[in-house]
């Protein structure tokens, strides 16, 4: 099992990148997969989530209207589309998965506590610099 991210790079305030998670290995049907971000000095904290089965996303409250997630099923891959950057956007960016789903009353409340997932990608480096 494996999941790889990619997308990250050098992106100057105001532009827009789209990170990618590919999940290789695992069962999805009953999957949560979320994006997480961690900056020097800072705790992970959660970004975006997305329910696999019934596509239900969840954003964190600093990037609502500005990131998009979501999921391409053949591929197995889940995108977090950033548009309008900022410079407290830098960050590592990862995602985790967890394959058995949380009750959608909870959802809100625990998508982004990181305990809930078992397994992480290497992160992808996102910077934005002018």
């Known amino acids: 099992v494996q999941l790889v991210e990619s997308g990250g790079g050098l992106v100057q305030p105001g532009g827009s990148l789209r990170l990618s998670c590919v999940a290789s290995?695992?069962?999805?049907?009953?999957?949560?997969i979320t994006w997480f971000r961690q900056a020097p000095g800072n705790e992970r904290e959660g970004v975006s989530c997305?329910?696999?089965?019934?596509?239900?996303?969840y954003y964190a409250d600093s990037v609502k209207g500005r990131f998009t997630i979501s999921r391409d099923r053949a591929k197995k891959t889940v995108y977090l589309q950033m548009d309008s950057l900022k410079p407290e956007d830098t960050a590592e960016y990862y995602c985790?998965?967890?394959?058995?789903?949380?009750?959608?009353?909870?959802?809100?409340?625990?998508?982004?506590?990181?305990?809930?997932?078992?397994?992480w990608g290497q992160g992808t480096q996102v910077t934005v610099s002018s």
């Open positions: 290995g695992f069962t999805l049907n009953s999957a949560i």
């Open positions: 997305i329910s696999w089965s019934d596509g239900r996303t």
């Open positions: 985790a998965i967890r394959q058995t789903r949380l009750p959608t009353g909870v959802m809100p409340g625990l998508w982004a506590r990181r305990t809930n997932y078992g397994y």
